[in-house]
């Protein structure tokens, strides 16, 4: 029996188990096959195409590092988006299905749901967590690095997405399921108000942009969630036991943020050099609070369609 211990030993550590793993891989549906992190591409995506958010590109990225470090988690990564408009809040969802399983939602194993797509009927949330429920252990129970994305939870019904509770928590036990290696992504505008106003204080006072801290926000955003009575996270259990990793603010996006969309956009159209449409969307877009015009109001998600028009 040593003596076979010991080929294994040496196989799983020699070019061979290399050469197994890749022929179950030809013949396997395990997602382990497909789930293929690269987290240094995903920082350089995070730094190079999200715009004006460093809050959001340090704790992304800092934290699906430290979590995919632990091969044995305690608990799943949950991360909480917030923040206006066209901040960037699905594009880097979108960026985490990518670097994860290289195919974001077109993966088996990345999950969305919007609440006015599954969930639309209020009187029906009592089926729809029973349904939740089944859909996420089934998934769990099938692939443990499962990546569920919930969007709009502005528009979720309240006291569904508790349903999740047993999965989030570190001391829970879920029948058949690894649960701790999965990821949670909850996007929200709930909150924009609180790191608006923060934003713009900022602003007003004279201070750079990176001097805004996690610390000025995180506590102020869970508080607005959960007590937002249209929130999907209102009086939420998941919030009291603070089963999120980390609330993560998108900050509202200024004129020179919008102007380097329009330039990302333009260059993926093959128009790098037309500096003078990104200025010209700039110019266009609407800014708030009237006296200042600091933030674009619908941050970078008008670009595309402007920069049609000038072209």
Same mark, same amino acid.
């Given at each position: 029996?040593?003596?076979?211990?010991?080929?294994?030993?040496?196989?799983?550590?020699?070019?061979?188990?290399?050469?197994?793993?890749? !022929?179950?891989?030809?013949?396997?549906? &395990?997602?382990?096959?497909?789930?293929?992190?690269?987290? @240094?591409?995903? *920082?350089?995506? !995070?730094?190079?195409?999200?715009?004006?958010? #460093? /809050?959001?590109?340090?704790?992304?990225?800092?934290?699906?590092?430290?979590? $995919?470090?632990?091969?044995?988690?305690?608990?799943?990564?949950?991360?909480?988006?917030?923040?206006?408009?066209?901040?960037?809040?699905?594009?880097?969802?979108?960026?985490?299905?990518?670097?994860?399983? =290289?195919?974001?939602?077109?993966?088996?194993?990345?999950?969305?749901?919007?609440? %006015?797509?599954?969930?639309?009927?209020?009187?029906?949330?009592?089926?729809?967590?029973?349904? $939740?429920?089944?859909?996420?252990?089934?998934n769990l129970t099938e692939c443990a690095r499962s990546v569920f994305i919930f969007d709009e939870m502005e528009k979720m019904p309240p006291g569904l997405i508790d349903v999740? *509770?047993?999965?989030? =928590?570190?001391?829970?036990?879920?029948?058949?399921?690894?649960? @701790?290696?999965?990821?949670?992504?909850?996007?929200?505008? %709930?909150? *924009?108000?609180?790191?608006?106003?923060?934003? /713009?204080?900022? @602003?007003?006072?004279? @201070?750079?942009?990176?001097?805004?801290?996690?610390?000025?926000?995180?506590?102020?955003?869970?508080?607005?969630?959960?007590?937002? &009575?249209?929130?999907?996270?209102?009086? +939420?259990?998941?919030?009291?036991?603070? $089963?999120?990793?980390?609330?993560?603010?998108? !900050?509202?996006? +200024?004129?020179? #943020?919008? *102007?380097?969309?329009?330039?990302?956009?333009?260059?993926?159209?093959?128009?790098?050099?037309?500096?003078?449409?990104?200025?010209?969307? =700039?110019?266009?877009?609407?800014?708030?609070?009237?006296?200042?015009?600091?933030?674009? %109001?619908?941050?970078?998600?008008?670009?595309?369609?402007?920069?049609?028009?000038? !072209?």
């Open positions: 029996m040593l003596a076979i211990l010991s080929v294994l030993f040496v196989i799983s550590f020699s070019p061979v188990f290399c050469v197994f793993q890749k !022929l179950y891989c030809t013949i396997s549906d &395990s997602c382990e096959c497909d789930f293929k992190p690269n987290i @240094r591409d995903l *920082e350089w995506d !995070l730094y190079k195409n999200v715009f004006g958010q #460093h /809050l959001a590109q340090d704790i992304v990225s800092e934290e699906v590092a430290k979590f $995919l470090l632990n091969k044995s988690p305690d608990q799943p990564l949950v991360l909480s988006f917030h923040g206006s408009s066209g901040t960037g809040k699905t594009l880097v969802s979108s960026m985490l299905g990518n670097h994860l399983y =290289g195919s974001a939602m077109s993966s088996p194993y990345v999950h969305q749901f919007v609440p %006015t797509l599954h969930f639309p009927l209020p009187k029906q949330v009592q089926n729809y967590r029973n349904e $939740l429920k089944s859909w996420v252990q089934g999740l *509770e047993p999965f989030l =928590g570190p001391s829970h036990v879920v029948f058949r399921t690894n649960y @701790r290696k999965a990821l949670y992504i909850f996007i929200s505008t %709930t909150g *924009e108000e609180v790191i608006n106003q923060v934003a /713009l204080e900022n @602003r007003q006072a004279g @201070r750079e942009r990176e001097e805004i801290k996690l610390a000025d926000l995180e506590e102020a955003i869970e508080q607005a969630i959960y007590d937002n &009575s249209t929130s999907g996270f209102f009086q +939420s259990a998941i919030v009291q036991q603070k $089963l999120v990793t980390r609330f993560v603010p998108f !900050l509202p996006l +200024s004129r020179v #943020h919008v *102007e380097r969309c329009a330039r990302s956009q333009l260059c993926q159209r093959g128009s790098c050099s037309r500096t003078d449409v990104a200025a010209a969307v =700039g110019a266009d877009m609407t800014y708030s609070p009237v006296q200042g015009r600091f933030f674009s %109001t619908t941050g970078c998600k008008a670009v595309s369609a402007k920069i049609s028009f000038f !072209l």
